[in-house]
């Protein structure tokens, strides 16, 4: 299992971008598929994006264009690029491991 920390969240206005971070702590991060998900009030959980052990990334359709998944094996760290964030992006956004290890969070707040 790994220790997983997010940061990188904070308020930032709809157009804007943002870029959250996901450190990693434990071994084989290299061979871990990772996940980005988000929680806002009254939509529980929501699959953002996934990026597997061979890089390949993948995207929920309400992301895709706008946001990119990416990762460093040798700082152990996943990365959300936001760009174009619109207001229904605002949530508490997580990333989690395949093995079920989840972050505490850190949230995104988008004002008009």
């Known amino acids: 299992h790994v220790q997983l920390v997010e940061s990188g969240g904070g308020m930032i206005q709809a157009g804007g971008s943002l870029r959250l971070s996901c450190q990693s702590s434990?071994?084989?991060?290299?061979?871990?598929?990772l996940y980005w998900g988000r929680e806002a009030p009254g939509k529980g959980h929501q699959w953002v994006a996934t990026?597997?052990?061979?890089?390949?990334?993948n995207y929920a359709d309400f992301v895709k264009g706008r946001f990119t998944i990416s990762r460093d094996n040798a700082k152990q760290q996943i990365y959300l690029q936001m760009t174009g964030i619109m207001p229904e992006d605002t949530a508490v956004y997580y990333c989690?491991?395949?093995?079920?290890?989840w972050g505490q969070g850190t949230q995104v707040s988008v004002f008009s």
């Open positions: 989690y491991s395949h093995l079920g290890d």
């Open positions: 434990g071994q084989s991060f290299a061979t871990h598929t």
């Open positions: 990026i597997t052990s061979s890089n390949s990334p």
